[in-house]
Nanobody, 123 residues
Framework: QLQASGGGLVQAGGSLRLSCAAS????????VAWFRQAPGKEREFVAA????????HYADSIKGRFTISRDNAKNTQYLQMNSLRPVDAAVYYC??????????????????WGQGTEVTVSS
């Protein structure tokens, strides 16, 4: 089970850190990721990181502004979001896979999903 938190309202240019706590399973061996979905738009990949934090992938739209990380001792993944823009407003979902070795931008490759946390960015 994944539980996302940390969303909220922030001004453009501001920062937020999302967290996703996992319970059950062997989180430390899972590849984890963040996706987002804005109103009226399809879900899109944001970032992914492998179990050992040695490989991370980012969507071009957020590269250099967002950082994905994880703390296996705490069974938690994070998404540090800096320099937020109004276009970043969306519901952010955490995801995990117990089969992927490397990250994937395809949501269908992930078999566990959190409930989502909403990020609003004011201009």
């Amino acid at each position: 089970q994944l539980q996302a938190s940390g969303g909220g309202l922030v001004q453009a240019g501001g920062s937020l850190r999302l967290s996703c706590a996992a319970s059950g399973g062997t989180f430390s061996r899972y590849t984890v990721a963040w996706f987002r979905q804005a109103p009226g738009k399809e879900r899109e990949f944001v970032a992914a990181i492998n179990w050992s934090s040695t490989i991370a992938h980012y969507a071009d739209s957020i590269k250099g502004r967002f950082t994905i990380s994880r703390d296996n001792a705490k069974n938690t993944q994070y998404l540090q979001m800096n320099s937020l823009r109004p276009v970043d407003a969306a519901v952010y979902y955490c995801a995990a896979s117990n089969t992927l070795i490397d990250g994937s931008s395809n949501g269908y490759d992930y078999n566990y999903w959190g409930q989502g946390t909403e990020v609003t960015v004011s201009s």
